[in-house]
C-alpha cells in the first residue's frame, strides 16, 4: 500500500462552523486561506445562514464552532448528527474557539470537554484532527447579561490599572495555520 496526501492540487475541503458572535467564523476563513495557498479548492459555510449540498463532492470536511456557556453552537451539532453516515465514510476535522484554550489549568479539560466528548458523541464520524483554539472577548457584542460577563472577563485580563480594551483577541493566527496545514499532510493508505 501507498501512502499519499489527501489533498493535493484541486482538492476540495468545506469549512462549515457555527459562530455566535464571530470568532469561530474569522477562523474558518483563516482556515481557508490557508488551504487555499496550498491549492485546495474552499468552501466556507455559515451554519446559521446557509444550507450544506453535496457533501460527497469533498475530501475533507472541516467542523467548527465557537464554545459560550460550555457549549457548541447548535447550528454545528445538528450538522453533525444530520449528516453522521456520510460523515462517516469521509475525512473529517473538528476546530472549537474558546477562552479555556489560552489558560493552561484548563486547557486539557477544555480539550476533553469540546472535542473529545463530542467526537464521542458521534463515534461513527471519527476526527482525524481536532483543533482547540483561543477566542475573541468583545464587549461590545451581545445582549446585556452577555456584554456584563465580556466586560468582567475583559478587566480581568488587563495587565496593572490600564484600561480594558472593548476588544482582546486571543486567538493564536499561527497555531490555527500550523493546524490547517496539518490537514494536508494526513497520510491516507490506497
Known sequence: MNSHYVITM???VLICYGT???SAGEIAEHIGET?????AVIDIINLKKDKVNHLE???II???SGIQMGKWTKESLKFLKKNRAILSQKKVALFVSCMSAVQQDKCNQARRDYLDNVA???PDINPFSMGLFGGLLDSTRGNFMTKTIMQALVK???ENDDAPQERVDLRDWEQIRIWAEGLLEYPFDL
Open 62 to 64: 472541516v467542523v467548527g
Open 120 to 122: 464521542a458523541d458521534f
Open 35 to 39: 488551504l487555499q495557498g496550498h491549492g
Open 10 to 12: 484541486n482538492g476540495k
Open 57 to 59: 463532492d469533498y475530501d
Open 20 to 22: 455566535r458572535y464571530g
Open 156 to 158: 480581568s485580563l488587563a
